[in-house]
């Protein structure tokens, strides 16, 4: 491979999009696999593959940017995507009666899992808890970068180190329970582990950059095969619920799994991008919104429609799932589709300078 310019990457687009797809078959699978003990392992499978890549991509595009301008970049693709999303979150539950108070706790609070919070329990605030662990993610891994680089060592060594420190911090901060403590605030638990993946990104662009023969064998069928049965393997009997910081199981087998996912989904993007062009980079380059318009639909459909009509469908796990997941994607993609030209949504989305303009 060749250094990465600055200009999107097609498979990393992809890679985007299948993980965001996935996210949305986790959202469906939900309530149709997670107490049936004979497929438990595809809801474990997706749950530990669907977010990892998200902070492995963000490691591997990452620049050491001064501290305004890192802080300007966060704030305005992450901070404002998220305000915006808990915004509309508000208003949703304010029409369909399901708690606008704990909705607007929920989310100055942050809370994007469903445990406890330090004060009592409060609304999450769904799949958008993503933007604020990014956030918290990507602050906490830049002053560790701008920490170890002030040593004299090599840039390989100061990003093994990294990754070292970063696993510390998982292994402190993940927990096994889902009672063990409270949620913290911004989701800084999740944060927390999320830097981890970043660090393992951040190390793999040194080798795609500077040591391309050494990690070719990456790209290989037989490697996207054994980490596959890597990935579905300890999915048995091991789930990440990232949006808690909880792992049931062996941790370090989670973790591994969640490396091997990152792996077969690059793998599998960079074949897409050979083969079929750019079908699914459009969704990759709209991950963001459509992380939105997903949650949205979440929320009304969880109150005026799924719980309502598809219940019966828990008869049959197969027929459920599949329409839960055509119902939730189509309406996701839909909504985001409808939005994409507004001005506004643009600016909310897209334009990397508003409302704080990066020097």
């Known amino acids: 491979m060749v250094k990465t310019q600055n200009k999107r990457i097609t498979y990393i687009d992809i890679a985007r999009g299948v993980a965001l797809i996935m996210v949305i078959l986790t959202h469906a699978s939900i309530g149709w696999w997670i107490n049936d003990g004979k497929y438990q392992w595809i809801t474990n499978f997706l749950m530990i593959g669907n977010l990892p890549v998200f902070f492995f991509l963000s490691g591997f595009l990452f620049r050491d940017y001064t501290w305004k301008k890192r802080i300007s970049n966060t704030f305005n693709n992450l901070v404002i995507p998220y305000i915006f999303g808990s915004l509309v979150i508000f208003l949703l539950a304010l029409f369909l009666h399901t708690g606008s108070r704990s909705a607007l706790a929920g989310a100055l609070y942050g809370n994007g899992g469903h445990d406890l919070t330090l004060f ?15 956030a918290v993610s990507t602050m906490f891994f830049s002053g560790l970068v701008k920490i170890i680089s002030r040593l004299q060592i090599g840039e390989l060594v100061q990003r093994c180190l990294i990754l070292i420190i970063s696993l510390i911090v998982f292994f402190l901060v993940v927990r096994t329970d889902f009672t063990s403590h409270y949620l913290l605030p911004f989701d800084l638990q999740s944060g927390a582990l999320g830097i981890s993946f970043l660090s393992v990104g951040y190390l793999f662009k040194y080798g795609y950059d500077y040591a391309p023969a050494q990690y070719a064998y990456l790209t290989k069928p037989y490697t996207f095969i054994l980490f596959l049965l890597f990935w579905i393997f300890l999915s048995k009997n091991n789930v990440f619920y990232f949006v808690s910081a909880v792992v049931e199981g062996n941790v370090i087998q ?10 077969v989904i690059l793998n599998f993007s960079v074949w897409i991008d050979c083969n079929y062009g750019k079908c699914v980079a459009w969704i990759g380059r709209n991950s963001g919104m459509f992380m939105v318009t997903h949650d949205w639909v979440l929320i009304v459909l969880q109150v005026r429609f799924i719980n309502q009509y598809l219940y019966f469908f828990h008869l049959n796990n197969y027929l459920g ?11 996701t993609f839909l909504i985001g589709s409808v939005l994409y030209p507004t001005k506004y949504i643009n600016r909310i989305f897209f334009q990397r300078n508003w409302p704080i303009k990066v020097q």
């Open 120 to 134: 009592g329990n409060l609304m999450p605030i769904g799949a958008i808890w993503f933007f604020l662990a990014l």
């Open 254 to 263: 989670t973790l591994v799994a969640a490396i091997a996912s990152i792996i």
């Open 321 to 331: 799932w599949s329409i839960a997941f055509a119902v939730i994607a189509s309406l």
